[in-house]
């Protein structure tokens, strides 16, 4: 089982919809977690990190963690033609291994006009 | 601010040739600095981190290797390229110690024909 599991869509929304990403762990120790928005052909740039369980929002974005189940997610609001990229999850390994990240292996968004 | 640098961002190699890959981070010091290397339609898969010059971590046997000559310079090599080493390879940075995120380059696209 790899340690993020990450659904990789590809996903199809109309502008303005809410859009859901969602993300699996299996390992408890996990504290850290982000989301990268990562264009066609570029480096991945970080949205969002969360620590623990809860909410985090920033503007159109929400990311939530639930460590019961296992389970982060970013949810995007007012979805826009310029979200159309690919997403990808991520956790901090912890331990001596702070900075070591592992990725799920991304999804797919398009926002049609 | 910091920026990190990467070139090329494109490169068409032959099977059996060398690689050289360079990436520099600018204002900081003392990064730690990571390859990965993204399939297609796949997510990120760590190749090295380094926490110092001289100081490199391998994270997967293969065909390539890494150096770290000065404190902000990285470099991906390889001796003898093989078609299985085509995909898209990103340096990143994060501070010493960082639990979350890291700063990517915009990537280095290699073909192996």
């Known amino acids: 089982q790899k340690e993020v599991e990450q659904d990789p869509g590809p996903l199809s929304v109309p502008e303005g919809a809410i859009v859901s990403l969602n993300c699996t762990y299996s390992?408890?120790?996990?504290?850290?977690f982000m989301w990268y928005r990562q264009y066609s052909r570029k480096g991945p740039e970080l949205l969002m990190y969360?620590?623990?369980?809860g909410n985090k929002e920033d503007g159109r974005f929400t990311a939530q963690v639930d460590k019961s189940s296992k389970y982060i997610s970013l949810f995007i609001r007012d979805s826009q033609p310029s979200d159309s990229a690919t997403y990808l999850c991520?956790?901090?390994?912890?331990?001596?291994?702070?900075?070591?990240?592992?990725f799920g292996q991304g999804t797919i968004l398009t926002v049609h006009p | 601010s910091q920026t990190i640098h990467q070139w090329p961002a494109t490169l068409v190699q032959p099977v059996g040739s060398p690689l050289s890959l360079e990436c520099t981070v600018e204002g900081t010091s003392n990064p730690n600095l990571y390859w990965y290397r993204q399939a297609a339609g796949r997510g990120l898969q760590l190749l090295f981190y380094?926490?110092?010059?001289?100081?490199i971590s391998s994270e997967v046997p293969q065909n390539l290797s890494a150096s770290r000559p000065q404190d902000r310079q990285f470099i991906l090599s390889s001796k003898k390229l093989l078609l299985s080493d085509s995909g898209f390879y990103l340096c990143?940075?994060?501070?010493?110690?960082?639990?979350?995120?890291?700063?990517f380059g915009s990537g280095t696209r290699l073909t192996v024909v």
């Open positions: 990143a940075w994060s501070p010493p110690g960082a639990r979350y995120g890291y700063t």
């Open positions: 380094s926490v110092g010059i001289g100081q």
């Open positions: 969360t620590y623990s369980s």
């Open positions: 390992n408890s120790a996990f504290q850290y």
């Open positions: 991520a956790r901090n390994a912890g331990g001596t291994s702070y900075g070591k990240l592992t």
